[in-house]
């Protein structure tokens, strides 16, 4: 910045004059009052670091950031709303250097949903961001199928397959193929590639409508269903 200093006055000829004189000055930050996110997280799918790690500035009330500033900022993170929270995963504490915490190996595990991670440095005012936490890869699946069953008739409720997480969040993109079979029956209903199969939906393989059926001697059964990938899961019925 430059300062300029003027002064007016009249001479001895009583003739009026002005002279200036200038000085350059560096303004430096003020104390340091508060957090702000200057770069915000991004990428929240679960079990996995963020895409885009946050950075936070210490700063003074008029928004300079402190450059001198070694504060030790935190991060935690909790639900908004209803929805179910855990803990982050990562370093959730770094001090700042010339005043700018730079995270780098934050990520999220649970449930999907909207989350607030919340910045904290002693004395100072926090800052917040809310995100989304999305499903992660495909971990496993979970069928729902009814346990009793009439011999060569069509399952009055038919199974219904999810693709999962490791979480038990609903892998939504996915459309894998789900193979119904039986090692101890003859499974019948629709066919694709020559198996009792179907592609999920949105994660999910409804089998509503693929007239799925068991023929065999009456008693226990199982019902195996499978995706490439991930573990055969067994259901028993009768």
Same mark, same amino acid.
């Given at each position: 910045?430059?300062?300029?200093?003027?002064?007016?006055?009249?001479?001895?000829?009583s003739?009026?004059q002005?002279?200036?004189?200038?000085?350059?000055?560096t303004?430096?930050?003020g104390?340091?009052?508060?957090? *702000?996110?200057?770069?915000? +997280?991004?990428?929240?799918? !679960?079990?996995?670091?963020?895409?885009t790690?946050?950075?936070?500035?210490?700063?003074?009330?008029?928004?300079n950031?402190?450059?001198?500033?070694?504060?030790?900022?935190a991060? +935690?993170?909790?639900?908004?709303?209803?929805?179910?929270?855990?803990?982050?995963?990562?370093i959730?504490?770094?001090?700042?250097?010339?005043g700018?915490?730079?995270f780098?190996?934050?990520?999220?595990?649970?449930l999907?949903?909207?989350?607030?991670l919340?910045?904290?440095?002693t004395?100072l005012s926090s800052?917040t961001?809310?995100?989304?936490l999305?499903f992660?890869?495909?971990?496993?699946?979970?069928?729902?199928v009814?346990?009793?069953?009439?011999?060569?008739?069509?399952?009055?409720?038919?199974p219904?397959?999810?693709?999962?997480?490791q979480?038990?969040?609903?892998?939504?993109?996915?459309? +894998?193929?789900?193979?119904l079979? =039986?090692?101890?029956a003859?499974?019948?209903?629709?066919?694709l590639? =020559? *198996?009792?199969a179907? !592609?999920a939906? !949105?994660?999910?393989?409804?089998? =509503?409508?693929?007239?799925v059926?068991?023929?065999?001697?009456? %008693?226990?059964k199982?019902?195996? +269903?499978?995706?490439? %990938?991930?573990? *055969?899961?067994?259901?028993?019925?009768?």
């Amino acid at each position: 910045y430059t300062l300029t200093f003027s002064v007016t006055y009249t001479d001895s000829n009583s003739v009026s004059q002005t002279k200036t004189a200038t000085q350059v000055v560096t303004l430096t930050p003020g104390d340091a009052t508060k957090l *702000a996110v200057t770069t915000q +997280a991004a990428g929240f799918a !679960n079990r996995t670091t963020f895409s885009t790690q946050p950075v936070i500035a210490v700063k003074d009330a008029y928004d300079n950031t402190v450059t001198t500033s070694t504060a030790s900022v935190a991060v +935690a993170v909790t639900a908004v709303g209803t929805a179910s929270t855990q803990g982050l995963t990562g370093i959730t504490t770094k001090a700042a250097s010339s005043g700018v915490a730079t995270f780098t190996d934050l990520g999220k595990t649970g449930l999907i949903g909207t989350k607030r991670l919340t910045f904290t440095s002693t004395g100072l005012s926090s800052d917040t961001q809310d995100f989304t936490l999305t499903f992660g890869a495909a971990h496993h699946i979970t069928p729902v199928v009814t346990n009793t069953l009439v011999n060569d008739t069509v399952f009055a409720t038919q199974p219904v397959v999810t693709i999962q997480d490791q979480d038990g969040n609903t892998v939504g993109d996915s459309t +894998a193929t789900v193979t119904l079979t =039986s090692g101890d029956a003859t499974i019948g209903g629709t066919l694709l590639n =020559s *198996a009792v199969a179907m !592609n999920a939906v !949105n994660g999910v393989a409804n089998f =509503s409508g693929k007239n799925v059926k068991l023929t065999g001697t009456v %008693g226990a059964k199982t019902l195996t +269903a499978t995706v490439s %990938g991930l573990t *055969a899961v067994d259901s028993t019925v009768t």
